[in-house]
């Protein structure tokens, strides 16, 4: 019996490579964190419902200011007036959209929803 001897490697045996398209069930994938995909559903719903509400009430503040020149033969302070309502609805949305984020609607940012009664008494003179 004429036995070689085997040669003793010191590498271990590598298994055979696994194609990546496969499902490996020793390493399965990681679950999607469910919490955090609905906690980004909602703050988009949040802010396309802010764009919404803010844009058809900004758009009504338009047609106030715009209304101040179709009118024919306004009284005193008519025109004005107009102005100040578009700035009111102005606020308003700001205060909508405020509400709509979860925020307290009474902040300095009401201070940018009196810029329709600026453009608007702009616009008349």
Known sequence: MNEQP?????????????????????????????????????????????????STVLHLALGLILATKIIDNPQPGAEEMLCVMAGMLGVIAVGIARLIHGKKPLSWWLVIGFVPTLLGLWYIN
């Open 6 to 54: 085997v040669p003793v490697t010191t590498e271990p045996a590598t298994a055979p490579r696994r194609a990546r398209h496969l499902m490996d069930l020793d390493a399965p994938r990681t679950a999607p964190n469910q919490v955090a995909e609905k906690r980004s559903l909602t703050n988009v719903q949040r802010w396309v419902a802010s764009t919404l509400a803010v």
